[in-house]
Antibody
Framework: EVQLVESGGGLVQPGGSLKLSCAAS????????IHWVRQASGKGLEWVGRIKTKANTYATEYAASVKGRFTISRDDSKNTAYLQMNSLKTEDTAVYYC????????????WGQGTLVTVSS | DIEMTQSPDSLAVSLGERATINCKSSQSVLHSSNNNNYIAWYQQKPGQPPKLLIYWASTRESGVPDRFSGSGSGTDFTLTISNLQAEDVAVYYC?????????FGGGTKVEIK
C-alpha cells in the first residue's frame, strides 16, 4: 500500500525538542521530495519545509516561522524522513503532516495521517 | 511570499446544486516556461488529512469525481463542485506551488443547506 506514516508526536514543554518521523512505503521514496505541513486545531494549513532528493543534494528549505529551529532530514535506506524540532514554542502546537511532492502534479499527492505535537507547560 | 485569499469562508449549498469557491493569489502563478498555473486544490474532511483534488489549476487527480472542476489563470482561480453530494461536506483549500514558501488559502467550509 502506498502510504506515509508519521510518528513521534507528543507533549513537550516550551523550549524543548521533539523529533518526528515519516515512514514511507509502497513507492520509491528516494526519488520523492518530502514536505512537512502543519495545522493548528481549527486552523488552516501551514507549510513548514521540505527536503529534496539525493539528486538535488538533499536541499532543504523552511518557513520563516521555523527557520533556525527545525531541521528536516531523510534516510533513504530506511525510507524515512524526519523533522527535528528544537526551541519549541506554544505556537508550534499542531498536527504535523508529512507529504509527498508529486513530480508530475507539482503538488502534494500523498499525505500521512498526521501526528499531534502539543507544546505546553 | 505569495498570499492566497479564498472566498467565501463558508457556504451552504443544497444537495444537487453547485458550489463555487474562489481563490486569489497576490501575484501571478502562471509560469511562462510551460504555461501552467501552479495551483492545487485540496479537500479536507474532519479528522482526516487533506486530499489532492486538482492540480495545475484544472487537472483532476486520478479517482476524483468529475463533478469537481478547477478553472482560472494568472491570479484568479475557482473550484466548482457541481451536483453537490453529502460526502462533499468538507473544508477546501487552494495552494500555490509557484514559489517558496508554499502557501495555502485560509479554507472554505462547504455544508449542506
Amino acid at each position: 500500500e502506498v502510504q506515509l506514516v508519521e510518528s513521534g508526536g507528543g507533549l513537550v514543554q516550551p523550549g524543548g525538542s521533539l523529533k518526528l518521523s515519516c515512514a514511507a512505503s509502497g513507492f520509491t521514496f528516494s526519488v520523492s521530495s518530502i514536505h512537512w505541513v502543519r495545522q493548528a486545531s481549527g486552523k488552516g494549513l501551514e507549510w513548514v519545509g521540505r527536503i529534496k532528493t539525493k539528486a538535488n543534494t538533499y536541499a532543504t528549505e523552511y518557513a520563516a516561522s521555523v527557520k533556525g529551529r527545525f531541521t528536516i532530514s531523510r534516510d533513504d535506506s530506511k525510507n524515512t524522513a524526519y523533522l527535528q524540532m528544537n526551541s519549541l514554542k506554544t505556537e508550534d502546537t499542531a498536527v504535523y503532516y508529512c507529504t509527498r511532492f508529486g513530480a508530475g502534479s507539482g503538488s502534494f499527492d500523498l499525505w500521512g495521517q498526521g501526528t499531534l505535537v502539543t507544546v505546553s507547560s | 511570499d505569495i498570499e492566497m485569499t479564498q472566498s467565501p469562508d463558508s457556504l451552504a449549498v443544497s444537495l444537487g446544486e453547485r458550489a463555487t469557491i474562489n481563490c486569489k493569489s497576490s501575484q501571478s502563478v502562471l509560469h511562462s516556461s510551460n504555461n501552467n498555473n501552479y495551483i492545487a486544490w485540496y479537500q479536507q474532511k474532519p479528522g482526516q488529512p487533506p486530499k489532492l483534488l486538482i492540480y495545475w489549476a484544472s487537472t483532476r487527480e486520478s479517482g476524483v469525481p468529475d463533478r469537481f472542476s478547477g478553472s482560472g489563470s494568472g491570479t484568479d482561480f475557482t473550484l466548482t463542485i457541481s451536483n453537490l453530494q453529502a460526502e462533499d461536506v468538507a473544508v477546501y483549500y487552494c495552494q500555490q506551488y509557484y514559489s517558496l514558501p508554499l502557501t495555502f488559502g485560509g479554507g472554505t467550509k462547504v455544508e449542506i443547506k
